[in-house]
């Protein structure tokens, strides 16, 4: 773990230094500036988010191992394990789309070089990444080994750029499966197989503290990952709008030109905005799920309770129930406003008035 960090932190700020190194390089052209911009900000969206969490890393490790040891690794009934291995299929795809754009984003970098290569002198070869320096490292075989570095040196903006919004959105998704649950639970407390009976009252009360009980323990949850992810959210917010624009123009000054230029462009802004998407749709989904408590609070069956004093209690219970439970759970952007899809369209907005801008600006 600690050399895998050592790794990741090492090959971020490498990358930071030469994307930053090459952004100062590029002042006056415009083009390649916005296009060193948009470099620049994918290392240090990456690298932000990775300093973010390293100052809770512990708060961080914890998180993982509370949720595996309470929702991934249970035993359910029929129903519930219905309902996890569909969320466990919801989790795979979206990781799955973010893992695979983002890796095939990051090898066009290096597969266009290798094209831009073809039919070069040595002493004419580009790196993926431009390098300055009176050396000859375009010659043999420095060429090769700076080109296998820059490779090794890049990755770890690859994997920082996905990760954490991914597990983020596993972990939405887990909750959001437990709050299901949860409000099949809560539905049932009256039902027994002999509505009749004078038993379904003696079930009552401890169905419901442990519907309580769980329902606390689901609110805990994601006030700790709101507390984790409260600074990262804020920067994800401001980056990505910065990073949406700046992928946009590229792809728009790109679509008269070469058209594998135009296909890079389009997996960067497409694969940015498509896991933005997927971001806010988990916690847009973590919100309603925790609403969708109340509706079964409302839905429990009461009436079939034979005592009055019975029926009464549980009557203000239920009223408790359903009062907090639509204050919903939720995730914040730096403790401000909810991340729903309308932070989605928001961001899109931004990112658009700011090429806008940009477009008439040039």
């Known amino acids: 773990m600690n050399v895998l960090l050592l790794y990741t932190i090492g090959g971020l700020v490498t990358s930071f230094v030469t994307t930053a190194i090459d952004i100062y390089h590029c002042f006056g052209d415009f083009d390649k500036f916005t296009y060193c911009s948009m470099n620049v900000f994918t290392v ?30 249970v035993d359910y009934d029929d129903y519930g394990s219905t309902v ?42 580009d790196f993926p990444f431009r390098f300055y320096s009176d050396l000859p490292l375009s010659l043999s075989p420095w060429f090769e080994i700076l080109f296998v570095a820059q490779i090794f040196a890049s990755y770890p903006c690859c994997y920082t750029y996905f990760c954490f919004e991914n597990f983020l959105c596993q972990i939405n998704i887990t909750v959001v499966g437990q709050f299901l649950i949860l409000n099949k639970e809560m539905r049932e407390i009256c039902d027994t197989k ?17 519907c309580v009980q769980k ?22 917010v401001i980056l990505l709008s910065f990073l949406i624009c700046l992928e946009m123009f590229e792809l728009m000054v790109s679509a008269n030109s070469n058209t594998f230029y135009t296909f890079h462009y ?15 749709l988990s916690c847009d989904k973590l ?27 549980l009557v203000k219970d239920l009223m408790m129930i359903i009062m907090r439970s639509q204050r919903a759970c939720s995730l914040t952007v730096g403790g401000f406003t909810p991340v729903t899809l309308q932070t989605f369209t928001s961001i899109c907005n931004t990112a658009f008035s700011f090429l806008t801008l940009i477009r008439q600006s040039v």
């Open 287 to 313: 919100t309603e799920a925790s609403e969708s408590l109340s509706d079964a609070a409302y839905d429990v069956r009461w009436y079939l309770t034979e005592s009055g004093a019975s029926k009464n209690q």
């Open 194 to 210: 002999d509505t009749s009976s004078l038993s379904i009252e003696s079930g009552i009360r401890p169905r419901l503290v442990r």
């Open 266 to 280: 389009c997996l960067y802004a497409g694969g940015s905005i498509v896991q933005l998407y997927f971001y806010t």
């Open 44 to 73: 240090g969206f990456g690298f932000y988010k990775l300093i973010a969490f390293l100052l809770k890393r512990k708060e961080f490790l914890n998180l993982i191992s509370h949720i595996m040891e309470h929702f991934w690794n």
């Open 215 to 236: 329902h606390q323990h689901l609110i805990a949850c994601v006030e700790t990952t709101k507390e984790l992810y409260r600074s990262v959210m804020l920067g994800v």
């Open 84 to 125: 996890m291995k569909d969320c466990m299929l919801r989790c795979t795809r979206i990781v799955t789309f973010a893992i695979f754009m983002c890796h095939l984003t990051i090898s066009m970098h290096y597969v266009k070089a290798l094209i831009e290569n073809r039919g070069k002198n040595e002493s004419d070869r």
